[in-house]
């Protein structure tokens, strides 16, 4: 996708943009929010399988 240069300038540019002490704190946030994601995730599928078995009749 991106060879040498390009991911560099990119680098770069976010360096500048949201400066070297704040990087630290916008990953840990990226890292938080990951592991939410796929606690939800895997939250909606067990949700789901307990939804898909059969209830029994009470007639």
């Known amino acids: 996708m991106f060879n040498g240069p390009e991911i560099w300038i990119i680098v770069?540019?976010?360096v500048?943009?949201?400066g070297g002490s704040r990087l630290p704190k916008i990953?840990?946030?990226l890292g938080k929010a990951q592991s939410?994601?796929?606690k939800g995730l895997a939250e909606g599928?067990?949700?789901s399988q307990k939804d898909?078995?059969?209830k029994p009749d009470t007639k």
């Open 12 to 14: 770069l540019l976010v």
């Open 16 to 18: 500048v943009l949201f």
């Open 27 to 29: 990953a840990r946030n």
């Open 36 to 38: 939410e994601l796929k």
């Open 45 to 47: 599928l067990s949700d």
């Open 52 to 54: 898909q078995t059969p």
